[in-house]
């Protein structure tokens, strides 16, 4: 009924800020934060699984997107913010205790204030979402500030992505370093990390962004300063059989422990066809299946260490079925919030 009648009232985007909006206010409310983890309580009674070395209460992850911060222009201002005590990351507090495993991000290094105008979009006849929300973020400092002021509840991923327009490869691996440090050093010991090699929503080529050769530089440089936290590494659809083969084999050759499959489809926009946005959800689905297949048989084929985790249109048991029959342990999902709400995990565990 709810869902009804917020998408007869609102459009995407308009919801997406007025949740978050909502979040934002309820993280600070101690009654809130007891109901949501007195409900979890009784509803994620699930097996638990083992993925990408972190162990989970069930095997659904919040993805990437969701609880990521507010976008600022300058690293001053985030900082300012997060010194006057300001929610910069809305949901930070509310979601970990209503869905359980969340992947916070993507954070850059620096504050980004991502793409302007209508960048959310729904489209209900195929339950797909598509943005080019272009990594809005608070940045990498701030970030860790806020969330060494405020750890989030356990398990829980932190997202990192290259900035968009890096080009040149030693300032992007530079960045990236120094991003993870800014966690650890602030005290933020996530339950993994997340390369995010994928960014689809900001005029970049995300296929050529992810070769081999890209891939194993940064890698090599996140893992010689991660110890002993676990590195997953987020893809895009729609890469031919061999490159998921090679990136397969050079994740293995690092130490990445999980790969996700995958980041969004690039796709028009529904308000200017020269424009493109990431296309998740019921229109991302067979593509990310396809991904999920390839790299699992490479897993299989070559007998990599490293998981896959599916992501892309897990909305109903169905969905999350076709992922589970290509072996996957665990998935990830964001549109499903939107189509089935915030319990969106017990919808899809439940039927
Ligand atoms: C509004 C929005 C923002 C997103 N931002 C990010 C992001 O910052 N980093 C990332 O790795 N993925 C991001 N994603 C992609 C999701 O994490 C996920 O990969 C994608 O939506 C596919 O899952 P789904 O089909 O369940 O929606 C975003 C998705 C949406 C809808």
Known sequence: MLRSLIFRS????????????????????????????????????????????????????????????????????????????????????????????????????????????????????TRSTQNRVGLKNPGARAASLFLSK????????????????????DQEEAELVESFRLFLDAGVLPDWFTLNLSCPNTEDDPRGYQTEEKARRLCRALLGHLGSTPLWVKVSPCLSPEQYGKLMEAFAGEGVRAVIATNTLPQPTPDDAQVTGGVGGGRLHAAALEATQHLMTAR????????????????????HQDFKDLGVQAVQYWSALVYQGLWAYAVILRK
């Not at 919801?15 to 009654?31: F, K, M, P, Y």
């Not at 405020?150 to 398990?155: A, G, N, V």
């Not at 007998?303 to 599916?310: K, R, S």
């Open 300 to 319: 299989r084929e070559q007998g990599y260490p490293v998981d896959v985790i599916g992501c892309g249109g897990v909305i109903d048991a169905k969905s």
């Open 150 to 169: 405020h750890p989030p509840k356990k398990p829980f991923g932190i997202n990192l992505a290259v900035s968009p327009q890096v080009t040149d490869p």
């Open 10 to 125: 609102m459009d995407a985007q308009t919801a997406h800020e007025r949740i978050l909006s909502l979040l934002g206010r309820v993280d600070q409310r101690d009654w809130v934060q007891h109901a949501a983890q007195a409900l979890y309580r009784r509803m994620a009674s699930f097996e638990s699984t083992c993925v990408g070395g972190v162990t989970l209460d069930f095997p659904l992850i919040l993805a990437a997107g969701f609880v990521k911060g507010q976008g600022f222009a300058t690293e001053d201002e985030a900082l300012f913010a997060v010194e006057r005590d300001e929610n910069i990351i809305p949901g930070w507090h509310t979601m970990p205790n209503i869905v359980g495993a969340v992947e916070f991000g993507s954070f850059t290094r620096y504050p980004r204030l991502g793409n302007a105008g209508q960048v959310i979009w729904r489209d209900a006849a």
